[in-house]
Nanobody, 113 residues
């Protein structure tokens, strides 16, 4: 069983920055972030594998950076140049070594002036 603990959401003005963190228990081979805006489907934001391969949504490339601290089993999402359309609930995702997926509880990110 994998447990995920997220932190770092909040309210920020357009153009601002936020950093999300997610700490996982258990053996993980990939971690990442998804988001879900009101009335929309959940979508991938960024993913990083145990080999440090990364994958980003086109809408966040060049603005968001995903990284991980393997020793702490923690993934970070640095979000810069935030836009109102980035407003959503952000969910941490972890794929265990047995390929089961796990979700965090979600953290609200609101971009507004």
């Amino acid at each position: 069983q994998v447990q995920l603990v997220e932190s770092g959401g909040g309210l920020v003005q357009p153009g601002g920055s936020l950093r999300l963190s997610c700490a996982a228990s258990g053996s993980i081979n990939a971690m990442g972030w998804y988001r879900q805006a009101p009335g929309k489907e959940r979508e991938l934001v960024a993913l990083i594998t145990i080999g440090s391969s990364t994958n980003y949504a086109d809408s966040v490339k060049g603005r968001f950076t995903i990284s991980r601290d393997t020793a702490k089993n923690t993934v970070y999402l640095q979000m810069n140049s935030l836009k109102p359309e980035d407003t959503a609930v952000y969910y941490c995702y972890a794929r265990a070594r047995n390929y089961l997926g796990y979700w965090g509880q979600g953290t609200q990110v609101t971009i507004s002036s």
